[in-house]
């Protein structure tokens, strides 16, 4: 019984079943934490620092607590996102050994949707169409693996989940925690035993 997904591949008469990797978008892929830092500045002339994030939820971290939620139902807001460092290269490693999809709970913010998917295509080409999963809830996420920033996810995984370090999470304890994708990639290569 395969209680994840998995991609058979034929090779050498043999079928050879890959693991799967599920991603999140923001705050693992893309860097929503400098883009709100941005464009607040560019709404406020106010710098926030990255440590103002730590411990606390991302609309918090800032003196307009409705700010947040203005920019992520803005036009260009999630099209414009910077890369998390290290992300590009990471995901093309792993998907040499693993299944990637990339999901994102991408409804609840209309204009979302369309950014998102332009998004990938500009950054990551080379993931196919078949393997991003634009959702409401990633309960139905049955993947092995899930690399996420947010605990309502991470909970419910239904494989091994990995928080990937953002400055809301930073006090959480309970799961497999990676802070870059260079840590990803070391995370995979030595195992979870």
């Not at 950014?115 to 990551?124: I, N, R, V």
């Not at 239904?158 to 990937?164: Q, S």
């Amino acid at each position: 019984m395969f209680a994840s997904y998995y991609n058979p591949i034929f090779a050498a008469n043999v079928f050879i079943m890959k693991e799967s990797i599920a991603i999140d978008m923001d705050g693992v892929l893309a860097d929503v934490e400098a883009q709100f830092i941005s464009w607040y500045h560019e709404e406020y002339g106010v710098l926030v620092d990255r440590s103002n994030f730590l411990g606390v939820p991302e609309a918090e971290a800032f003196p307009d607590k409705g700010a947040l939620h203005r920019y992520v139902a803005s036009a260009g807001f999630f099209r414009t996102v910077p890369l998390m460092p290290g992300a590009v290269e990471a995901v093309k490693k792993l998907m040499e050994k693993y299944e990637v999809f990339v999901v994102s709970a991408a409804m609840e913010y209309p204009l979302s949707l369309a950014e998102k998917h332009e998004w990938l295509s500009l950054h990551f080409p080379f993931i196919s169409w078949r393997n991003i999963v634009f959702c409401g809830s990633k309960a139905i996420i049955d993947t092995n693996y899930l690399i996420d920033d947010h605990l309502k996810n991470l909970d419910h995984c239904k494989g091994k989940p990995i928080m990937f370090t953002a400055g809301h999470n930073i006090n959480h304890q309970g799961h497999i925690r990676v802070n870059n994708w260079e840590e990803v990639l070391a995370l995979f290569e030595k195992g979870f035993d």
